[in-house]
Nanobody, 128 residues
Framework: DVQLQASGGGSVQAGGSLRLSCTAS????????IGWFRQAPGKEREKVSC????????YYTDSVKGRFTISKDNAKGTVNLQMDSLKPEDTAAYYC?????????????????????WGQGTLVTVSS
């Protein structure tokens, strides 16, 4: 079974940093795209950042570019999200999601939120 264990959330003041980690097991890590999605109360789910385990291609939503950095460790089966210069609008529950990077005849940088496996959320709170 696919298992995704997220950790690293917490409370921080604006301008601070947090590092989220997602530890994956139960699937061929190198064949997957792993990403972080977030959802704040009363807001729609948002795709934040993704990475392909095979070759490290990355994606960032515009609002986090230059502040967040996603990385992977294939040997450990982990994906990390370093979040710097945090803003109050980054406050949300963050979820690690994984699905095969190849779907049909196409390769994708980000996992499918509808078809992929989700870890439990980790809460990030940024105060002003």
């Amino acid at each position: 079974d696919v298992q995704l264990q997220a950790s690293g959330g917490g409370s921080v003041q604006a301008g601070g940093s947090l590092r989220l980690s997602c530890t994956a097991s139960g699937f061929p890590f190198n064949d997957y795209a792993i990403g972080w999605f977030r959802q704040a109360p009363g807001k729609e789910r948002e795709k934040v950042s993704c990475i392909t385990a095979s070759d490290g291609v990355t994606y960032y939503t515009d609002s986090v570019k230059g502040r967040f950095t996603i990385s992977k460790d294939n040997a450990k089966g982990t994906v990390n999200l370093q979040m710097d210069s945090l803003k109050p609008e980054d406050t949300a529950a963050y979820y690690c999601v994984a699905s095969p990077s190849r779907r049909g005849s196409h390769f994708y940088t980000c996992p499918s939120p509808d078809l992929g496996s989700w870890g439990q959320g980790t809460l990030v709170t940024v105060s002003s």
